[in-house]
């Protein structure tokens, strides 16, 4: 299998440069919409807890710290998607100057590490922001009473567990991605 990464010229190189291609948009488009809904709603909700007065949570500050991480993760994804693109349209060309199977292996790779880093990191964001709004249900007394601020659940709560289960749909999609490809790459 060393001998096939070293080899210069990759199988079907058009066929695998329009794949590539075609999915590198995809993984684009769809990171970079992710990503953005993302980021648009933990803004909206770090903008809420400034302006109100939010419960002395650590948890959910931990959940919001890895959340920004693995948003910081699909934003490399998305830079990765647009190399993809670089790579396939350089496979395309006529220039002498062409990626070999091992850089793409290698690029492959560290792009798929940095998913799974980012799958790692919004899970763990997702768990910590689930166990804070149990343990926060679980805390409040049972009975048709008048809650404390302190005692509600707060929404933005909620939302941030959406923001981490679309990261980790982006996460999941770029995984699924890179996979694919490596495994195309080193089949042949």
Do not use: C
């Not at 995809?26 to 909700?45: N, V």
């Not at 990765?80 to 496979?91: D, G, H, S, T, V």
């Not at 005692?151 to 981490?164: G, P, S």
Request: no cysteine; net charge positive; proline share 4%.
């Amino acid at each position: 299998m060393q001998n096939k990464l070293n080899s210069p010229n990759l199988p079907d190189r058009a066929k695998f440069a329009s794949v590539l291609r075609l999915l590198s948009q995809i993984s684009y488009w769809i990171h970079l919409i992710l990503g953005a809904t993302s980021a648009l709603i933990l803004g909206l909700i770090l903008f809420s807890r400034k302006l109100g007065t939010p419960a002395n949570n650590t948890a959910i500050s931990i959940s919001i710290f890895l959340t920004i991480a693995s948003l910081v993760a699909v934003g490399i994804r998305i830079f990765f998607a647009w190399r993809y693109n670089r790579i396939a349209k350089q496979l395309k060309s006529a220039t002498p100057i062409q990626p070999n199977r091992l850089e793409i292996v290698n690029l492959l790779r560290i792009a798929l590490i940095i998913s799974l880093t980012g799958l790692i990191l919004a899970f763990l964001a997702s768990e910590t922001t689930v166990v804070s709004i149990i343990a926060q249900a679980i805390a409040q007394p049972q009975g048709p009473r008048v809650y404390g601020q302190q005692q509600a659940i707060e929404t933005a709560d909620l939302f941030l567990d959406f923001v981490n289960v679309t990261i980790l749909g982006a996460h999941a999609l770029g995984t699924i991605n890179s996979l694919g490809l490596l495994n195309w790459i080193t089949r042949e």
